[in-house]
């Protein structure tokens, strides 16, 4: 099998997409990541969830896990609001990682072994320019444990 028969389509954001809408369309479609792409269509980077988490986490929560627990439940269950007017950009690490996009010819192996490397848990399928969309951790795993 090759990554154009696992892709589906697949929600995208910009750089410009308010991160709030971004942690928005995660939790409403069930999804570990999205596609971010540039003006043309093309992608450009992975936002996992956990990025859209680190943006929203205060500081001093993520050095020091036990002062989250001094936080009352209140405030703690409304950390997501930190998010603001932030937006995807700000949500994207300092350091560039390897992007993890491939043709669309790429074999299920290909694709588990761009996800372990990559640490990602989508990779976007891309034919001729032009993104088809993506084939995510689970849907390779429950086709790997088919055979």
Same mark, same amino acid.
């Given at each position: 099998?090759?990554?154009?028969?696992?892709?589906?389509?697949?929600?995208?954001?910009?750089?410009?997409?308010?991160? +709030?809408?971004?942690?928005?369309?995660?939790? %409403?479609?069930?999804?570990?990541?999205?596609?971010?792409?540039?003006?043309?269509?093309?992608?450009?980077?992975?936002?996992?969830?956990?990025?859209? +988490? &680190?943006?929203?986490?205060?500081?001093?929560?993520?050095?020091?896990?036990?002062?989250? &627990?001094?936080?009352?439940?209140?405030?703690?269950?409304?950390?997501?609001? &930190?998010?603001?007017?932030?937006?995807?950009?700000?949500?994207?690490?300092?350091?560039? &990682?390897?992007?993890?996009?491939?043709?669309?010819? $790429?074999?299920?192996?290909?694709?588990?072994?761009?996800?372990?490397?990559?640490?990602?848990?989508?990779?976007?399928?891309? %034919?001729?320019?032009?993104?088809?969309?993506?084939?995510?951790?689970?849907?390779?795993?429950?086709? $790997?444990?088919?055979?």
């Amino acid at each position: 099998m090759r990554a154009r028969d696992l892709a589906v389509e697949f929600p995208t954001v910009t750089l410009d997409t308010p991160a +709030l809408e971004a942690a928005r369309l995660l939790t %409403e479609r069930g999804l570990p990541g999205l596609i971010l792409i540039d003006d043309d269509g093309r992608p450009l980077s992975i936002l996992p969830g956990t990025q859209v +988490l &680190r943006l929203a986490v205060p500081a001093y929560c993520q050095d020091d896990p036990a002062l989250a &627990r001094v936080v009352d439940e209140a405030h703690a269950d409304r950390f997501l609001l &930190r998010l603001g007017d932030k937006t995807v950009r700000e949500c994207l690490p300092e350091q560039p &990682r390897e992007l993890p996009v491939t043709d669309s010819k $790429a074999t299920v192996l290909e694709l588990a072994a761009m996800m372990a490397r990559t640490h990602s848990p989508l990779v976007a399928v891309v %034919e001729e320019g032009r993104l088809l969309g993506a084939v995510t951790l689970q849907s390779l795993l429950d086709h $790997a444990l088919q055979l």
